[in-house]
T-cell receptor
Framework: EAQVTQNPRYLITVTGKKLTVTCSQN?????MSWYRQDPGLGLRQIYY???????DKGDVPEGYKVSRKEKRNFPLILESPSPNQTSLYFC???????????FGQGTRLTVV | GNSVTQMEGPVTLSEEAFLTINCTYTATGYPSLFWYVQYPGEGLQLLLKATKADDKGSNKGFEATYRKETTSFHLEKGSVQVSDSAVYFC????????????FGQGTRLTINP
């Protein structure tokens, strides 16, 4: 089954404790991205990658890092989480171009 | 830059009512347009799409037509069901630059029996 898999689904952590949210896709997509969803703001892109070892900032990259060492995986790293990073996070993958994206189930992160 | 404006919610309707959720966009070039749906506790699923002017996307009784002259992509359904209760997002994606999906703020729809 074609899918995007994120882990964990829920995470509560403390300010400053490094964490990683994993994302994996099995559709051989070149394009992967991370979004955060906040009430009244819709989804905003954090980082994206158009291929292995090619990553770039989206609209809200501050406080986040990513890596793309393999085509299928695109982890999101929070080196020093802060409460304003409490949000619902989605990983997505797609082909290059103006095609639809496929989304993971989401990770609800709470930073206290 | 590209942007999407959606009708503000929440929207509450009775079962079998007619649904319209307005969506307008600003974009350079010829983006593709999408409606995504998010059911409670789940990720976003593609509901329908249109890739060029005058295309009509349809799925599960929902329809939307890509209107370049009015830069709109309104979502409609003739008779809603309780199971349609969800958050609906209008989005666009171009082929320039970052090729990111640009989303509207979402419209929460509740259908009462």
């Amino acid at each position: 089954e074609a899918q995007v898999t994120q882990n964990p689904r829920y995470l509560i952590t403390v300010t400053g404790k490094k964490l990683t949210v994993t994302c994996s896709q099995n559709m051989n997509h070149e394009y992967m991205s991370w979004y955060r969803q906040d009430p009244g703001l819709g989804l905003r892109q954090i980082y994206y990658s158009m291929n292995v070892e090619v990553t770039d900032k989206g609209d809200v990259p501050e406080g986040y890092k990513v890596s793309r060492k393999e085509k299928r995986n695109f982890p999101l790293i929070l080196e020093s989480p802060s409460p304003n990073q409490t949000s619902l996070y989605f990983c997505a993958s797609s082909l290059i171009g103006n095609t639809e994206a496929f989304f993971g189930q989401g990770t609800r992160l709470t930073v206290v | 830059g590209n942007s999407v404006t959606q009708m503000e919610g929440p929207v509450t309707l009775s079962e079998e009512a007619f649904l319209t959720i307005n969506c307008t966009y600003t974009a350079t070039g010829y983006p593709s347009l999408f409606w995504y749906v998010q059911y409670p506790g789940e990720g976003l699923q593609l509901l329908l799409k249109a890739t060029k002017a005058d295309d009509k996307g349809s799925n599960k009784g929902f329809e939307a037509t890509y209107r370049k002259e009015t830069t709109s992509f309104h979502l409609e359904k003739g008779s809603v069901q309780v199971s349609d209760s969800a958050v609906y997002f209008c989005a666009l994606r171009g082929i320039q630059g970052a090729q990111k999906l640009v989303f509207g703020q979402g419209t929460r729809l509740t259908i009462n029996p």
